[in-house]
C-alpha cells in the first residue's frame, strides 16, 4: 500500500543531508512536490508512480544543492548575510559570564594562567615603554627631519674609519657655500670650565659652546629669553633650568653674572627647558662658541681647518636633496682645505645619531640599536612563553570541556559560537592579566630602571597612547593564546564526546610535547647565554691587567690648577696614607694614537706602525704597579729624562722588531729624538675588547691634566676627607672633585654587565613561566593517570616507581628542548664574544651546566605535582571518576 | 528544444517578467513559464528555487511567507523597483538581438 506522507518524509530525509537547505527552501521544495503530484494524480496517474515523476520532476537533491552552494558563495564574497546574523549580541554577556565561572570554578588553574600572561604582558610592556623612550631621541624639534651632523668619512686613512669631529671654520663656510644648507651651528665644548657665582662654583663639564642659528634650528623652549636675541651679547649664558635652580634657587637669574675659571664674566640671557626632552645634544650650559675661541682656544683656531675638535650642525631647505648635497660634500674638503685632506663629509640626520650611530670621537652617551632588538627578542621570547602555558593547560583541560562542548552543541550552539567563547574566555583572562601587568609595571619600574639605565616613569599612565598600545598587547594575546584552544576545543563531536570514548588517554600528545620543548629550549637558550656573559664578564673583571689600578683617586688638573700641580703634590705626599702623587695627560683607560709613524732605530722607511701615546710624570710607572721587562723608569736623577726618554711596551718593541738590549735603541716621534730607557711588560689599559696596541710614554710637564694619587688601603672616607681639608687649605679656587680608577675601568664593562643583568632577570622570567606551565600541565596529566596510578599501587609499584615513570615524560621533553637550544645558544654566544679580543672559549660543560639547570628546576616541579599523585592511597585514587 | 545556455540566460527576464504581473509563489511561476512556452521550455523544476534565492540576494524581487490553502506556508515573491528596472533593459536587449538575427537570416531566406 502507497503511504505518500511516509515517502514524502523519507524524499525529505535526503535534503536534510544537505546543509544548504534550510527550512524555508524544504518547505517551498515539498510544497512543489505536493503540488505536482496532484496535477500527476490529476492526469490520472496512479499515486505511486504521481509521486515518482512528481520527485522527477522537482529534481536530484544534489543538483539544487550545488545551486544553493552557488550562492552562498556569492553571498560571502559580497558580504551580504544571507542567513539571518549568526553573531548575536545577546550571546556576548552569556560569552562573558561563561567566561568569569570558568575563573571562578578553577582558581589555581586560572591563577597559573593570569600570572604567566601577567608577568609576560609585563616584560612586554616594560620593553615597549624602553623602545618608545629611546626611539623618542630628538624627534620633538620642529625641523627634526632637516637637521643633519656632519661627519667626516676618513676610511681613506686609517686611523678611525670615522669621526663626529670637526674643525671650526666649517659650520659658516657649508652655510655660505651651500644655499640648501639654511642654517648651521657649532657644538662643542673644551675640556671642563669653573662656573662661579658668589660662593657657589661647580666644574661643568657639560658647558656647550653654540652658534646663534643653534636656537633657530633646534626646538629646545626658552623659558625666558629671545631665541633672536640672547646671543646679542658676545658674553652671554644661557642655562638649563635645572642649572639655574643649582646656582640660584628661587632667585630669577635673569641678567646675574657668572664668572668662568676665574677669568671672564658672561652674563645670563636666556633659561631653557631641557630635562624632559630625549636629546642626543646634551648641555647644561649654553654660550656663544666666539667665547670659546677667544678665551680659550686663541684666535688662530677660528680658520684652522686641520683644528678638528667640535660636532657641526646644518638645517637644510625643506626641498633640498640629501644625494645631491653629500655627492657635493665627498671633496668639499678636499678642495677647500687641503688636497692632501682625503676626508669625505657625510651628512647624517639628527634622528640617526641616537640608535644607529657608531661614529669615531662621538662626544655623547648613545643608544645602540642592537639593544632595542635584544630586549625587544627577548620581550617577545617571555610573552611567547606565557602564550604556550595558556594553550598547554587549557588543551591539557579539554577532557573537562569536552563535555561542556558536547553539550552545547546538542542544544544548538554552532561551531563558530563556541569559537567565539573560547575567544571571549582568553581575551577576557588577557585583559585580567593586563591589571595585574599594570601594577607590576608601578612596581618594577625602579628595577628596570636600575636594569637599563633609564629614567622611565609612570607618566605614561597619562598618555593615552601607551594605554591603547598596552590594551591592543592584551587583546593580541588573548587572541594568540586563544587560537588553539578554540579551534582544538570547538571541533570535539558531541557524539564521540558524550558517549566518552574520545579521551582515553591523552589527548594530542604530539602538539603539547612541541609547545613544551618551544618553552623549555627558550628557558635553556637564555640560561646558557647568561651563564656564558657572566663567565666572560668574570673574566674580564679577574684578569690580571698588568698593572693595579685600586686605591687610586685621581683629580682633574686644568685651567689654573696645571700651574699649582706641584704645589699640591707635595702637600699631598706629606699625608701619611698617600702612598704616590703623579699625573698624566690621558686617563689610561683613554689612552690615543699618535699621528704619524714613530721612528726608531734601523727602521725600514716603509714600515708604517701606529703607536698610542702617553704623556706622564714621575712615579706613573710605580703607582701603577707596572713591571719593566728591562731598563729602568723615568727617574729624577737621570737630568735628560723630561726630554729625551721613553718607554716602550713589549707589543711595541715586538712591532718594531727590536732586538735585545732594546734599552739604549734610538726612538722619537713628533720630530722629538731620544732613546728608549725601559721597556714594559704588556698590560690591558683598555678594555678587552680591544687587542694589546704598541704603546709609549714620555715625559711632558706642560701637558699633565689628570692627577693620580695612590692612597693605603684602609678608610678610604677618612683619608679623602683629610685630603680634601689640604686641598681646601691651598685655595686653589676649585672644588675638590675626585674619582676613583677602578670605577673607570668598571665602566668600560658597563654595557656587558646590563646585559648580563638583563639575561638574567629574563632568564629567571622564561624559566618562571614555564616552570609554572610545567606545573599546571604535570597535574593535569596526573589526574588523568590517577585511575592508572591507583591500579599500579595495587598491583605493588612504589612511589619513586611511580613518580619515575611519571617524571620520565618531562624528562625525554626537556632534554630535547636542550638539544634545540644549544645550537642557538652556541651560535648567538659565539657572535657576542666576538665583540672581545679576549674572551672566554666556549666549553661543552657550560651548555650541560645550563640544560641541567632547566632540567631541575623542571624536574622540581613536576615533581611536586607527581609525588602528590603517587602518595596518594589508591583506595582513594580508584574511587577517583 | 531551447539549450540549456540559453535556458539559463532566459530564465531571469521570464521570472521577472511573470512576477511584473502580479506576486506569484515558485510552483506557480513555474507552471506559467510551461504554459506560455507551450512546452519548449522545459527545466527541472527545483532548480528554478535557488534562482528565485539569487534574485532575492540581488534585490530584483522580495519574499514573504503566507499561510495558504491546507494551511501550508508559501512563499510568495514580489518584483521590486530594481527589478523592474533590470527587466526593462532586459528586454531591449532581447529586441536587439531578435532584430539583428533577423536582419542576418532574412536575406538568407531570399537568396534561396
Request: proline share 4%; with cysteine; net charge positive.
Amino acid at each position: 500500500m502507497f503511504d505518500l506522507e511516509k515517502e514524502i518524509r523519507k524524499w525529505k530525509k535526503v535534503l536534510y543531508k544537505h546543509e544548504v537547505f534550510d527550512d524555508g527552501v524544504i518547505t517551498d521544495l515539498e510544497l512543489h512536490l505536493r503540488k505536482t503530484y496532484q496535477t500527476q494524480r490529476e492526469a490520472g496517474l496512479p499515486e505511486e508512480e504521481a509521486f515518482r515523476s512528481a520527485a522527477a520532476q522537482v529534481g536530484e537533491a544534489d543538483k539544487i544543492a550545488a545551486e544553493y552552494d552557488k550562492n552562498r558563495l556569492a553571498a560571502l564574497i559580497r558580504h551580504a548575510p544571507l542567513h539571518p546574523r549568526r553573531f548575536l549580541p545577546a550571546l556576548v554577556w552569556h560569552y562573558i559570564k561563561t567566561a568569569l565561572r570558568i575563573i571562578r570554578r578553577r582558581k589555581a588553574y586560572t591563577f597559573i594562567n593570569i600570572s604567566g600572561l601577567a608577568i609576560g604582558l609585563c616584560v612586554c610592556m616594560l620593553i615597549v615603554l624602553w623602545v618608545a623612550d629611546e626611539w623618542s631621541f630628538d624627534r620633538f624639534h620642529t625641523n627634526a627631519d632637516r637637521i643633519f651632523r656632519v661627519y667626516r668619512d676618513e676610511s681613506a686613512t686609517q686611523m678611525f674609519s670615522t669621526s663626529a669631529l670637526t674643525p671650526p671654520p666649517m659650520a659658516a663656510a657649508l652655510k655660505q657655500d651651500f644655499p640648501d644648507i639654511i642654517r648651521s651651528t657649532r657644538f662643542g665644548y673644551w675640556r671642563r670650565q669653573l662656573v662661579t657665582y658668589r660662593d657657589k662654583s661647580f666644574n661643568e663639564t657639560r658647558y656647550m659652546h653654540v652658534d646663534p642659528d643653534f636656537f633657530h634650528m633646534f626646538s629646545f623652549p626658552l623659558l625666558k629669553g629671545d631665541p633672536d636675541t640672547v646671543f646679542a651679547n658676545p658674553y652671554s649664558i644661557v642655562l638649563t633650568e635645572k642649572t639655574a635652580a643649582k646656582y640660584f634657587g628661587e632667585e630669577d637669574p635673569i641678567g646675574k653674572t657668572l664668572t668662568v675659571n676665574n677669568r671672564f664674566d658672561v652674563i645670563i640671557t636666556g633659561i631653557i627647558r631641557r630635562d624632559s626632552l630625549k636629546s642626543s645634544l646634551e648641555f647644561d650650559l649654553l654660550s656663544p662658541f666666539d667665547i670659546l675661541i677667544k678665551e680659550s682656544l686663541g684666535e688662530e683656531v677660528r680658520d684652522n681647518w686641520g683644528f678638528n675638535s667640535f660636532g657641526t650642525y646644518v638645517l637644510l631647505e625643506a626641498a633640498a636633496s640629501l644625494d645631491n648635497l653629500n655627492r657635493h660634500l665627498k671633496d668639499y674638503l678636499n678642495k677647500k682645505y687641503s688636497e692632501e685632506d682625503t676626508d669625505a663629509l657625510v651628512l647624517q640626520p639628527l634622528t640617526d645619531i641616537h640608535l644607529f650611530s657608531n661614529l669615531g670621537h662621538d662626544l655623547h652617551n648613545r643608544g645602540d640599536i642592537k639593544y632595542v632588538w635584544i630586549f625587544s627578542a627577548l620581550a617577545v621570547f617571555v610573552l611567547l612563553i606565557a602564550c604556550v602555558n595558556f594553550v598547554n593547560l587549557t588543551t591539557a583541560r579539554s577532557v573537562r570541556r569536552a563535555k561542556e562542548v558536547g553539550l552545547r552543541k546538542v542544544v544548538g550552539a554552532n561551531r563558530r559560537q563556541l569559537i567565539r567563547q573560547f575567544f571571549a574566555e582568553s581575551v577576557l583572562m588577557s585583559l585580567l592579566a593586563l591589571i595585574f601587568a599594570l601594577l607590576l609595571v608601578e612596581c618594577l619600574l625602579p628595577l628596570f630602571n636600575n636594569l637599563s639605565g633609564k629614567e622611565l616613569s609612570s607618566s605614561w599612565l597619562k598618555n593615552p597612547s601607551f594605554l591603547l598600545i598596552f590594551i591592543g598587547l592584551a587583546l593580541l594575546t588573548g587572541l594568540l593564546s586563544g587560537i588553539y584552544p578554540a579551534l582544538f576545543l570547538s571541533s570535539f563531536q558531541p557524539v564521540r564526546v558524550l558517549k566518552g570514548s574520545m579521551f582515553s588517554t591523552r589527548a594530542n600528545p604530539l602538539f603539547r610535547k612541541v609547545l613544551v620543548i618551544f618553552q623549555f629550549s627558550l628557558s635553556v637558550f637564555l640560561i646558557t647565554g647568561t651563564l656564558i656573559i657572566s663567565r666572560q664578564l668574570s673574566y674580564l673583571r679577574h684578569t690580571n691587567l698588568g698593572f693595579n689600578r685600586e686605591h687610586i683617586i685621581y683629580v682633574s688638573i686644568h685651567g689654573k690648577l696645571h700651574e699649582q700641580y706641584n704645589a699640591i703634590r707635595e702637600r699631598f705626599l706629606q699625608h701619611p696614607d698617600v702612598l704616590h702623587v703623579t699625573a698624566s695627560m690621558a686617563l689610561p683607560t683613554n689612552i690615543q694614537s699618535t699621528p704619524g709613524t714613530p721612528m726608531w732605530e734601523g727602521k725600514d722607511p716603509e714600515t708604517v706602525m701606529e703607536i698610542k701615546a702617553d704623556f706622564i710624570d714621575y712615579d706613573y710607572i710605580e703607582t701603577f704597579e707596572i713591571s719593566l721587562v728591562e731598563g729602568r723608569s723615568f727617574s729624577r736623577e737621570f737630568g735628560s729624562d723630561p726630554e729625551t726618554a721613553f718607554i716602550v711596551n713589549e707589543e711595541a718593541v715586538r712591532r718594531m722588531g727590536l732586538e735585545s738590549p732594546v734599552v739604549g735603541k734610538k726612538f722619537g716621534f713628533w720630530g722629538i729624538d731620544g732613546r728608549i730607557i725601559g721597556v714594559m711588560k704588556d698590560a690591558h689599559f683598555q678594555s678587552l675588547h680591544h687587542k694589546i696596541e704598541p704603546l709609549v710614554f714620555k715625559m711632558f710637564p706642560d701637558w699633565l691634566r689628570r692627577m693620580y694619587v695612590k692612597v693605603r688601603s684602609g678608610d678610604m672616607a677618612l683619608t679623602l676627607a683629610s685630603l680634601e681639608k689640604t686641598w681646601d687649605g691651598m685655595n686653589t679656587g676649585y672644588p675638590f672633585e675626585v674619582r676613583f680608577l677602578d670605577e673607570d675601568f668598571e665602566n668600560l664593562y658597563k654595557q656587558e654587565a646590563r646585559l648580563e643583568n638583563i639575561f638574567r632577570v629574563f632568564a629567571a622570567l622564561a624559566v618562571f613561566i614555564a616552570c609554572l606551565g610545567l606545573f599546571g600541565l604535570a597535574s593535569f596529566i596526573a589526574e588523568q593517570r590517577t585511575k592508572e596510578i591507583g591500579i599500579r599501587k595495587v598491583l605493588g609499584s612504589s612511589t619513586a616507581g611511580i613518580v619515575g615513570l611519571l617524571n620520565r615524560d618531562f624528562l625525554k621533553w626537556i632534554l630535547t628542548a636542550a638539544f634545540f637550544a644549544w645550537p642557538a645558544a652556541y651560535l648567538a654566544m659565539h657572535f657576542w664574544l666576538q665583540k672581545f679580543a679576549y674572551r672566554i672559549p666556549l666549553e661543552i660543560w657550560m651548555f650541560f651546566l645550563a640544560a641541567s639547570i632547566g632540567l631541575a628546576v623542571g624536574l622540581i616541579t613536576v615533581s611536586l605535582q607527581t609525588l602528590k599523585a603517587a602518595r596518594t592511597h589508591p583506595a582513594n585514587s580508584l574511587k577517583h571518576e | 528544444m531551447v539549450s540549456k545556455t540559453l535556458m539559463a540566460a532566459s530564465t531571469r527576464p521570464l521570472i521577472l517578467a511573470i512576477l511584473a504581473g502580479g506576486k506569484n509563489y515558485g510552483y506557480s511561476i513555474i507552471q506559467k513559464v510551461k504554459d506560455i512556452s507551450g512546452g519548449h521550455l522545459e527545466w527541472t523544476d527545483g532548480m528554478l528555487y535557488p534562482v528565485l534565492q539569487r534574485m532575492e540576494m540581488e534585490n530584483l524581487i522580495t519574499s514573504n511567507w503566507k499561510l495558504s490553502d491546507g494551511n501550508r506556508p508559501r512563499r510568495y515573491y514580489t518584483i521590486t523597483d530594481k527589478g523592474r528596472d533590470e527587466l526593462a533593459s532586459e528586454l531591449i536587449s532581447w529586441r536587439y538581438i531578435w532584430q539583428a538575427l533577423k536582419g542576418l537570416t532574412d536575406p538568407l531566406k531570399a537568396g534561396d
